[in-house]
């Protein structure tokens, strides 16, 4: 595709439900980042992938938070039991080089998600 | 879409005036900076970058201002059109082992009346 697909792009979840959020990355980027975005502020990260190994994880706010990227190209950040505060725009970003920086990095238009 | 920039800093211009937004970072050892545009419903998009080694770098009616003495970057855009009207977000790069990130300001509001 053109740029970094996210799917679903809105998703509404009740109290304690798993969620699976889907991420497709610019072909061929290696890189492949997960942030959180809540409603009035910035981006903030969660969770890195180069290829097919999770190289960061330390934004993932608890142990609900799993994500995974198995053949280094398609990434789920999947939700278990989810909470309220859980509820924000998730954004993924794909890289052709080992940085989310310059022109080389795009944002997908990210999933909102809603627990209620 | 869905509004990204409730309970945020607001800048209200007139269409044709110069905008000025700014942004104060953190870390002292940050050598790499961007700028980004989110539209409402939209993921961030890249505007213009610039690096500690630079003050100052101009892209098509945008500017990047850096004070490295007080941690302060500033994005000017002229001659604003409506087109511009979005949340503007500073970015810091954060060195890891083999690897970087962004940490991302609280951002800015830019509404532009024609």
């Known amino acids: 595709g053109a740029g970094v697909s996210q799917s679903p792009r809105y998703k509404v979840a009740k109290r304690g439900q798993d969620v699976a959020l889907r991420c497709d990355p610019i072909s061929g980027h290696v890189s492949l980042f997960w942030y959180q975005q809540a409603l009035g502020q910035g981006p903030e990260f969660l969770t890195y992938f180069q290829n097919e190994a999770q190289l960061d994880k330390s934004g993932l706010p608890s142990d609900r938070f799993f994500a995974e990227r198995p053949e280094g190209s398609v990434s789920t950040l999947k939700i278990q039991r989810t909470q309220q505060e859980d509820s924000a725009v998730y954004l993924c970003?794909?890289?052709?080089?080992?940085?989310?920086?310059?022109?080389?990095?795009?944002f997908g238009q990210g999933t909102r998600l809603t627990v209620v | 879409g869905e509004s990204v920039g409730l309970h945020l800093p607001t800048l209200s211009v007139q269409e044709g005036d110069n905008s000025i937004i700014n942004c104060a970072y953190s870390n002292s050892a940050s050598d790499y900076f961007i700028w980004y545009k989110q539209e409402s419903g939209k993921g961030p998009q890249f505007i213009i970058d610039?690096?500690?080694?630079?003050d100052k770098r101009q892209g098509q009616r945008v500017t990047v201002l850096l004070n490295k003495t007080v941690k302060h970057l500033s994005l000017q855009i002229a001659a604003t059109q409506p087109g511009d009207s979005a949340v503007y977000f500073c970015?810091?790069?954060?060195?890891?082992?083999?690897?970087?990130?962004?940490?991302f300001g609280k951002g800015t509001m830019l509404l532009v009346s024609p």
């Open positions: 610039i690096r500690s080694n630079m």
């Open positions: 970015a810091e790069k954060e060195e890891n082992s083999g690897y970087s990130t962004l940490t």
């Open positions: 970003a794909s890289s052709s080089g080992t940085g989310v920086f310059g022109t080389e990095a795009f």
